[in-house]
């Protein structure tokens, strides 16, 4: 088995913490043209990345659970005709939107971070900031349900900081409307829930949740197809 390097150009990559983003592959089959490997393991930076805050079963369900999220969040984006830099930002912040987790309290994924799981968000953007990564860092504190406003956390006194955490562009919604789908559960990382699943769980939190999620349905919902 071999290994090799292919560079990427960091002006057409929205990885920006200064080193050239790459992917590792190792070779085992043949690599066609274009972007198609057949029989080739694909080790992305941003796997990389999360290798270093996550290790074991909790790496391989938040790196699992980011790559489903990552395909249906870019099906979305190329049914939208988004310009190729856009798909490729999507499927970076996707595949790292939940890195907050690795400082959660959550002995299901054998994580003991000490911090309550509904601030993950808020933790990954610290942690992707840092990384050299801001537009990354804000889908983390957005992705939360549909979103959170400042009157959510006041009224549901959530140990977050006081302003609205909602996406706001059309990739941020992307990516929190693919993340409803999916579930972080062991043994049920690739299933996908119906809408009328994520309708029911999102019902909870009021009607103003559900109506987001209905226009997300209308903008986004073929692509469930």
Not at 3 to 19: H, K, L, M, Q, V
Not at 82 to 104: M, S
Request: net charge negative.
């Amino acid at each position: 088995m071999s290994a090799f390097f292919i560079n990427i150009d960091p002006e057409n990559s929205s990885y920006s913490r200064g080193a050239t983003a790459f992917y590792r592959l190792i070779a085992v089959g043949r690599v066609v043209a274009g972007s198609l490997l057949i029989g080739v393991a694909v080790e992305r930076w941003e796997m990389e990345l999360l290798g270093r805050y996550f290790a074991g079963d909790a790496l391989a369900i938040v790196a699992g659970h980011g790559r489903v999220v990552a395909g249906l969040a870019l099906k979305v984006g190329r049914m939208l005709g988004l310009a190729e830099a856009e798909c490729r930002f999507v499927e970076e912040a996707a595949l790292l939107h939940d890195i907050g987790v690795c400082r959660i309290q959550a002995p299901s994924l054998g994580l003991d971070g000490g911090f309550p799981y509904i601030m993950h968000g808020i933790i990954g953007r610290e942690i992707l900031e840092e990384e050299g990564l801001p537009r990354h860092a804000l889908v983390c504190e957005r992705h939360i349900g549909v979103g959170l406003t400042l009157e959510d956390v006041i009224r549901q006194q959530l140990p977050l900081p006081q302003r609205d955490m909602i996406p706001c562009s059309i990739c941020e919604q992307i990516i929190c409307f693919a993340d409803l789908f999916y579930s972080k559960s062991p043994g049920r990382i690739e299933l996908q829930k119906s809408p009328e699943q994520v309708r029911t769980k999102l019902a909870g939190f009021g009607g103003d949740k559900l109506q987001i999620f209905d226009g997300w349905m209308e903008l986004f919902g073929a692509a469930l197809e």
